[in-house]
């Protein structure tokens, strides 16, 4: 039985993407043996492999608030742009087509995000009473 050194070195290098190959025979140790500890190990891999692999995407690619900020600003540079530009080239169909896709952008915008399950589903023992309006208040 290899010691438990050899084994954490095994989920490390495994994590990091190498083959049983190359840990054979770098730690030494059968490929059959390796097979086992993948076995064995597989959620602490599993784990460090997502970790490894989230690392690996914030170094390539921005986080995903930052992503959102750099479209966010190009939006505000293309509005800001569209705001300068005179529509009455713009045929009245595709006018009609721009209202209408912003009216749809709208409703999306604001919709409700609603109740997250069924009413039926709400727990007997919770009060089934209506939330009180400004109007029902004095």
Do not use: C
């Not at 070195?9 to 190498?18: A, D, I, K, M, P």
């Not at 025979?25 to 460090?48: C, D, G, M």
């Not at 705001?83 to 721009?98: G, N």
């Not at 009216?103 to 009180?132: C, H, Y």
């Amino acid at each position: 039985m290899k010691d438990h050194e050899t084994q954490q070195r095994f989920v490390e290098l495994r994590s990091q993407g190498w083959s049983f190959n190359r840990i054979a025979a770098e730690l030494n140790v059968s490929k059959s043996t390796l097979i086992n500890w993948s076995r064995k190990f597989r959620f602490e891999l599993q784990n460090l492999r997502a970790v490894e692999l989230e690392a690996l995407r914030e170094k390539l690619i921005d986080t995903t608030e930052k992503r959102a900020q750099e479209l966010a600003n190009q939006l505000r540079m293309v509005e800001f742009e569209l705001q300068m530009r005179d529509l009455s080239k713009v045929s009245t169909t595709r006018l009609y087509s721009i209202a209408h896709s912003l009216r749809r952008e709208i409703l999306q915008a604001t919709a409700s995000s609603g109740f997250t399950f069924p009413p039926n589903q709400i727990p007997k023992d919770e009060p089934d009473q209506p939330v009180p309006t400004r109007s029902d208040q004095p």
